[in-house]
């Protein structure tokens, strides 16, 4: 990707923008996203689909925040939403209702009737009880909700444990062998429209053949269900491709898809509509937290590096040990030690990064990278700390797009 976040005259920038200086007028902790790197990652995606009927629906989980949702809706993003909640901010950011796709394995029956009434474009349905019950809340509309049904294809992502979801013992999608008796007894239903088929293997996935075994037993599945006498209008192939923390190679949006593309070809699907849902891979490198060194605490063992961020607003590190780069914003001339940047958070486990190079000193300003996915939107109010401030960059103009949460803000809801 081009370095839309790097350094220039010794100072690191967003587009054309400092980050010293947008520290010193909101504070820190502060996210900042650079809208060039968003459309630029979305653009290899786009390339990849060229001449193709695609919809690409930005897995908004990765990060919901109004600002970035429009952007992608902006650039003809539908958007893939797991929540009642997801479908509001959807909703809000002006996405057109019918290219919107729910998935998630518990949806409640006032979620489905309430995406029912928006018009949504599909269900992504993951469980039997689930179809009887969809069936059931449209019918009772007068309705027939659009399903595809999520088939666990039992492939190795080869990725984290916590983040793979394509393998037999995970509690998501409907087994490979439980298919196609799950496509019949949908199609009987009479609340419902079975218009796709969609699979989700994992997440951070670096290496093409997961995504290549996936589509062989999904195309197995498309030929078994559609022999049946059931017709696809749509293949899903979720979302999962990886980024680059640290050293990671995973490939390309549209090299993956060149790959991918040539086997729908090969097996006479080339024509089929596609609907993708990748989240971490449009956002996760167009952001950063910047965020102020508090102190320095030497020690015997380890020399702690103490910062104004924290595990409730990065919660990757201490969820599931994951390495984000951990930056300068004025690079100093002096001599580098050994760091473990930690957060003031009462937990061992707030750490940001350890045994990290830096040359520091009290009050100086460091960025935590690829804080693009899943940091905001995963973030709490632990400590009673409020949520960090947001900033959109594009070109030389940042604009703030969701203001520090003050403690009015986290006492509104509670009562003595
Ligand atoms: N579609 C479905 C059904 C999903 O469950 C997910 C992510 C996506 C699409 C988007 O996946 P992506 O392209 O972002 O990899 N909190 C974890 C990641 C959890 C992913 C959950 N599902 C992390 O911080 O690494």
Not at 85 to 109: N, W, Y
Not at 240 to 267: M, V
């Amino acid at each position: 990707a081009r370095p839309f976040i790097d350094y220039r005259d010794g100072q690191l920038m967003v587009e054309g923008v400092s980050a010293a200086e947008l520290a010193r007028e909101h504070g820190t902790p502060l996210f900042v996203y650079s809208k060039a790197a968003m459309l630029d990652a979305l653009a290899a995606y786009q390339r990849g689909f060229a001449g193709r009927e695609a919809l690409i629906c930005y897995a908004m989980k990765a990060n919901s925040t109004l600002a970035v949702l429009r952007t992608f809706v902006e650039a003809g993003c539908g958007l893939d939403i797991v929540s009642g909640g997801e479908l509001e901010r959807a909703l809000r950011a002006g996405v057109e209702p019918a290219k919107v796709i729910f998935s998630g394995v518990g949806k409640t029956r006032a979620e489905m009737k309430r995406a029912l009434e928006a018009g949504i474009g599909c269900f992504n349905v993951e469980s039997l009880p689930e179809l009887d019950v969809l069936s059931e809340v449209a019918a009772g509309l007068g309705r027939r909700a659009p399903v595809s049904l999520r088939v666990n294809p039992d492939v190795d992502a080869k990725t984290h444990p916590y983040i793979s979801t394509g393998l037999k013992g995970n509690k998501f999608g409907i087994a490979h062998t439980d298919a196609l008796v799950a496509y019949q007894h949908a199609a009987a239903l009479p609340g419902l429209k079975v218009t796709g088929i969609d699979c989700h293997i994992g997440s951070q996935i670096t290496e093409t053949s997961p995504y290549l075994d996936a589509m062989d037993r999904v195309l197995d599945l498309v030929d078994a269900i559609e022999a049946s006498g059931i017709t696809l209008e749509h293949i899903d192939f979720g979302g999962g491709l990886g980024i680059n923390y640290h050293g990671e190679t995973p490939p390309a949006a549209d090299a993956l898809w060149q790959l991918l593309l040539a086997k729908l070809d090969a097996r006479g699907y080339g024509q089929r509509k596609l609907v993708i849902e990748p989240g971490r891979s449009l956002i996760g490198n167009a952001g950063i937290c910047l965020t102020e060194t508090v102190f320095l605490k030497p020690g015997e063992q380890k020399n702690f590096l103490i910062v104004d961020a924290a595990m409730n607003d990065l919660p990757r590190p201490a969820m599931y040990e994951a390495y984000h780069a951990i930056v300068p914003v004025q690079p100093r001339e002096t001599e580098t030690q050994t760091w473990d940047v930690v957060g003031p958070v009462c937990e061992s486990g707030d750490w940001l990064g350890r045994e990290r190079e830096l040359a520091v000193q009290p009050g100086d300003l460091l960025a935590v990278c690829s804080a693009g996915a899943y940091c905001m939107s995963m973030s709490s109010n632990y400590n009673s700390r409020g949520r960090a401030a947001e900033l959109l960059v594009d070109g030389d103009q940042a604009r703030l797009v969701r203001a520090r949460e003050s403690i009015e803000d986290q006492l509104r809801l509670e009562s003595m």
